[in-house]
């Protein structure tokens, strides 16, 4: 087996395939949230529209009702962004990926040149936060008031990354407002978090979900660095292809491999989407010559399309009280066949997007 080389075709297929995009799946929102390990959340709708695209019959209020029971959550994990999560998972993967939040707060220390006292900054934040959910500007008034002198931006950053908080849902459209308040994560759940190091299963979702993928693949969605030797040592439990530039991607077994002729239908994805965020060589979803009009400045990554399963342009809703647009903007030329089915799946989108709207238009631009 780890003679066979996978095509950019076949690794593209295998993806979508696991991310529930070569059609939609008839699973529960827990399950699919699972199987994606999560779904990137800086964006409130992103997540909506990321199971929207990826599931049959998807309802917006099924999936506030499991944020407002708890059973899902966003809280900050991977890469140290926001992240849709099941309590299931975020419990099982919290302290295997404790080293990444570490990592990204001592690097913003260290590019502002600050020094702060750590211990007793968390531990000020922890019971402010335990009073009652706090915003982060309410957080950032309270550290500026303990240390007047110290840098708060670091301070905020050492409370983000070293205290498992969620968001606190409210009864705003996508579930979460633009200035969402914290509570701890012990108490949202209703139990203590678990310390003990999960990276096996860590790794097996991540393929489950991804794959086949290569050990920088793994860094690049995890944020955890230096993986060689441990994904290694899991070398005899998992399957070994290589790409057509003959790097190594590790694959959990029994996993499909479809065929690279299989039809992939024109899907719409949110901004953020971990399809475009979760390899390091991300050729498998996106052509080079597309990467800066998708990665945009500020660490934005844009709202996208694909057709035949690779991005092929970006979208966007504007609404106004009582209209809502959907506009379409392919990076190339693209056949009628493709504009069509493009058009019938963007009423849909535009559709559960601004379901409040009275009247629905889908255009291209020129």
């Known amino acids: 087996?780890?003679?066979?080389?996978?095509?950019?075709?076949?690794?593209n297929r295998a993806t979508l395939a696991r991310q529930m995009l070569l059609e939609r799946a008839d699973v529960s929102i827990p399950a699919a949230i699972e199987r994606l390990v999560g779904l990137q959340a800086q964006q409130a709708i992103a997540p909506y529209i990321g199971l929207w695209t990826r599931l049959n019959d998807f309802k917006r209020d099924d999936l506030s009702r499991l944020i407002d029971e708890h059973t899902v959550i966003k809280a900050t994990l991977m890469r140290s962004t926001l992240h849709l999560f099941t309590a299931k998972d975020y419990l099982l993967l919290r302290a295997t990926l404790q080293p990444v939040l570490t990592s990204a707060f001592e690097a913003i220390?260290?590019?502002?040149?600050?020094?702060?006292?750590?211990?007793?900054?968390?531990?000020?934040?922890?019971?402010?936060?335990?009073?009652?959910?706090?915003?982060?500007?309410?957080?950032?008034?309270?550290?500026?008031e303990l240390a007047p002198d110290a840098d708060v931006g670091s301070m905020r950053y050492a409370v983000r990354t070293h205290i498992p908080m969620v968001q606190v849902p409210t009864k705003t459209e996508w579930s979460y407002p633009g200035n969402p308040k914290f509570t701890l994560a012990e108490a949202w759940l209703g139990q203590s978090l678990p310390t003990e190091d999960n990276f096996k299963t860590l790794i097996?979702?991540?393929?489950?979900?991804?794959?086949?993928?290569?050990?920088?693949?793994?860094?690049?969605?995890?944020?955890?660095?230096?993986?060689?030797?441990?994904?290694?040592?899991?070398?005899?439990?998992?399957?070994?292809?290589?790409?057509?530039?003959?790097?190594?991607?590790?694959?959990?077994?029994?996993?499909?491999?479809?065929?690279?002729?299989?039809p992939a239908p024109e899907r719409f994805l949110p901004e953020y989407d971990n399809l475009l965020l979760s390899h390091s060589k991300r050729t498998r979803v996106i052509a080079d010559e597309y990467r800066s009009q998708v990665y945009l400045p500020g660490l934005r990554v844009r709202s996208t399309f694909l057709v035949d399963g690779f991005v092929r342009g970006g979208w966007k809703i504007d609404k106004t009280k009582s209209a809502a647009t959907l506009t379409i903007e392919p990076f190339a030329p693209i056949t009628k066949q493709n504009r069509d089915a493009l058009a019938a799946e963007g009423e849909k989108l535009v559709r559960f997007?601004?379901?409040?709207?009275?009247?629905?238009?889908?255009?291209?631009?020129?």
Do not use: C, N
């Not at 087996?1 to 690794?11: C, I, Q, S, Y």
């Not at 019971?127 to 982060?136: A, V």
């Not at 979900?209 to 998992?238: I, N």
């Open 1 to 11: 087996m780890a003679d066979r080389v996978l095509t950019l075709r076949e690794l």
């Open 204 to 262: 097996f979702h991540y393929l489950a979900a991804f794959g086949p993928a290569s050990v920088t693949d793994m860094q690049t969605w995890s944020g955890l660095s230096k993986l060689k030797d441990a994904v290694d040592a899991l070398r005899p439990e998992l399957v070994v292809y290589r790409d057509e530039g003959r790097r190594e991607v590790f694959d959990l077994p029994d996993m499909p491999i479809p065929a690279e002729d299989m």
């Open 353 to 366: 997007a601004a379901a409040d709207a009275k009247t629905f238009e889908v255009k291209f631009a020129e």
């Open 109 to 144: 220390a260290k590019g502002r040149g600050a020094e702060i006292d750590f211990y007793k900054v968390v531990a000020a934040a922890r019971e402010f936060i335990t009073q009652e959910p706090r915003s982060f500007a309410e957080i950032s008034a309270m550290l500026t």
